[in-house]
């Protein structure tokens, strides 16, 4: 179950789909991705369907998904947590960031319920001061 969910929520991240993201998230889904607030502009904690689309439109605005490869993945009940291998391109400047973050997610209902981000935020916050 949670593959599929998996599947069509990075498919819909990596084509900037708004309401692919809604139709697989709970109406009080919650986002955290952990980095310095005002330096990552998505950095902080997101509740609720219409501020995690805030926060997706927001990351979109800055950053170009170049590639997303899982590494690792342990699942329990409910939840998953998947190690990625990521590479990004800054919008306004190019540059662009490789590096490996943790995105734990649970599941309620066969929907996230809530997706949480621990990157590598200097990587972020350093590539998006260039901008």
């Keep these: 179950m949670s593959q ?4 069509r929520w990075y498919a819909a991240l990596k084509a ?11 109406d009080d889904v919650t986002v955290r991705w952990n980095g ?10 997101w509740e609720g369907r219409t501020k995690v689309l805030t926060f997706f439109r927001r990351v979109a605005e800055h950053l ?5 490869e899982t590494v690792a993945r342990i699942e329990g009940e409910g939840g998953v947590a998947i190690v990625l291998q990521g590479h990004w391109r800054v919008r306004a ?3 662009e960031i ?5 995105n734990l997610f649970r599941f309620e209902g066969g929907l996230v319920a ?3 981000v621990y990157p590598d935020s200097y990587a972020f916050a350093k590539a998006l001061a260039k901008a």
Aim: proline letters at 7%; glycine letters at 10%; a negative charge.
């Design 4 to 7: 599929a969910i998996l599947d």
């Design 16 to 26: 900037g789909d708004a309401s692919a993201l809604a139709a697989v998230t709970t």
């Design 36 to 45: 310095p607030p005002g330096i990552v502009p998505w950095a902080g904690l």
């Design 64 to 68: 170009e998904i170049l590639s997303i």
């Design 93 to 95: 400047s190019g540059e």
């Design 98 to 102: 490789k590096v490996r973050a943790a």
């Design 114 to 116: 809530a997706y949480e």
